[in-house]
């Protein structure tokens, strides 16, 4: 199986990371990534520790290979994340944010931190910071993410991190992605969207089905989305997500006024709580272009692993030859 040096920092097989999804049950997803050899997340979001700790528990129960916890500055809760260290996952992940002091607790318990960025400044932050891995985040991404394309994100990090492995995200649901990733110099690709179409992951039918039939242009940034979600925490923190569109998104990109915080919002809370949610805000990335069924996540990442392999492969044929590899898109 392609594997980069990142694989040995975290201790997994393959170059690819399942993105956590705030606060929707991921526990048999996460499982099924991480015995697949890639590295499983779970989220923290909106969730009280003991919920959190049994989340921990089952998913240990399931599987023995290294996995990471999410956390966000939409808020940061802090009996959280001291809950997160004291059960020293493999990795904290973190995003919206660069939190220096965080790192350095998450680094005095032995736990590798997987810092998220959507900027060059934020890249530095987090160079500076410690961070052990850069998760360069572009705007395609589903979830909360930047503006800055992928595409250009991801060389600027590479370049501004030395020695720190970069990992690519968003826009990336097949092995031609995470090829690509690796061309521009980083080390695997972080997916979110391609999992939510997995049938592992409890998001609903009509979630996933929304996604294998969506077209990129169909994932639209949800704007003015304070007046639903929780305020960010942390100094620095920004972000707008990105969601497939429905009544609710539709309105508050185009009248924001007509939503009432005061309803919408425990609306959304008790939703997400009770697993569903995607009614009103179904985060999705432009990769939803490029997925066209659901499968097993075991079978997403050999695919993945797979394809880019052999997209690698032809590529470095063609280079020496001096040729256009046939089967490889875009070759020269």
Sequence with gaps: MLHTPVCDLLGIDAPLICAPFGPWEEVGLAAAVCEAGALGSLGTAVRTVPALQEQWSELRRFTDRPFAINHTARPLDEDAFQATVEARPAAIS??????????ERAHEAGILWIQQVMDSEQAAQAIDAGADVLVAQGGEAGGHGGDVSTMVLVPQ?????GDTPVIAAGGIADGRGLAAALTLGAQGAAMGTRFLASA?????????????????RDAVKATNSERILPPYTEPGSYGVPRSLRTALVDTLREHPDEVDPADAVPRLMEAIRGGRGDEYLP????????????LPAGEIVRRVAEEAEHVL???????????RAPGVPGSR
Excluded at 200 to 216: F, L, Q, T
């Design 157 to 161: 990090v590479v370049d501004m991190a």
């Design 283 to 294: 985060f999705t990335g432009q990769s939803a272009g490029l997925v066209h069924e659901i």
């Design 313 to 323: 492969a032809g590529e470095a044929i063609a280079h020496a030859l001096g040729v």
């Design 94 to 103: 973190f995003h919206l944010s660069v939190p220096a002091d965080l790192i």
């Design 200 to 216: 592992e992951m409890s998001a609903s039918d009509a979630w996933k089905d929304r996604i294998v039939a969506a077209d990129a």
